[in-house]
């Protein structure tokens, strides 16, 4: 069974510039969640979809943004990206939602912004 | 809100000594308790887990009791090899989140273990 995959694995972008990052749940997974880590902030939450609906939203700056396909695979997007913005993006599925549910992770992209 | 907080690292031991990585966390409710391993390189991968107080997870070695009473779930192994070493993350799921999947994190652990 094919893990949780995420495209592209390593990216470097300019100031100013936007990017989409892509993620591939496990087959038959419906929860997407995306999150960023930083050697400064740790582990933070992005958002979570289920079922092609935003469930949750974490406190980040409107320039990051998701939305999940009808297969289940989603995006981010960051608009005018930062310097502060370089990071490692994990992406987690599961088959459904709840405090319960595990969290599959892949194996993040990691963000340059120069 | 709720937070997770975790000792600080690096933690470095011999292969075969035992393992205690601290957690506590701050939570309104009942929430899931994780520990979640990661390797260089790599996403995170779930250790174990408990869902309710007393509940105690174990996985390869690895083994944590969720204790309500001090709002503790440590991490124990009693005899670590070369290849635990990594950063271990403690992890708690929002029950203030309705009925959502969100976990908030601990800062992480790294684990160091010289043979």
């Known amino acids: 069974k094919a893990g949780v995959t995420q495209t592209p694995r390593y990216l470097i972008k300019t100031r100013g510039q936007q990017v989409t990052l892509s993620c591939s749940p496990i087959s038959g997974h419906r929860s997407v969640s995306w999150y960023q880590q930083t050697p400064g902030q740790g582990l933070q939450f992005l958002f979570e979809?289920?079922?092609?609906?935003?469930?949750n939203k974490g406190n980040f700056p409107g320039r990051f943004s998701g939305r999940q396909f009808s297969n289940s695979r989603s995006e981010m997007n960051v608009s005018t990206l930062e310097l502060g913005d370089s990071a490692l993006y994990l992406c987690a599925s599961s088959v459904g939602t709840g405090q319960n549910t595990e969290a599959f992770f892949g194996q993040g992209t990691r963000l340059t912004v120069v | 809100g709720d937070s997770v907080t975790q000792m600080e690292g690096p933690v470095t031991l011999s292969e075969e000594a035992f393992l205690t990585i601290n957690c506590t966390y701050t939570a309104t409710g009942y929430p899931s308790l994780f520990w979640y391993v990661q390797y260089p390189g790599e996403g995170l991968q779930l250790l174990l887990k408990a869902t309710k107080a007393d509940d105690k997870g174990s996985n390869k070695g690895f083994e944590a009791t969720y204790r309500k009473e001090t709002t503790s779930f440590h991490l124990e192994k009693g005899s670590v090899q070369v290849s635990d070493s990594a950063v271990y993350f403690c992890?708690?799921?929002?029950?203030?989140?309705?009925?959502?999947?969100?976990?908030?994190f601990g800062q992480g652990t790294t684990l160091q273990v010289k043979p």
């Open positions: 992890a708690l799921s929002d029950h203030g989140s309705s009925n959502t999947g969100k976990l908030i």
């Open positions: 979809y289920f079922s092609e609906t935003q469930r």
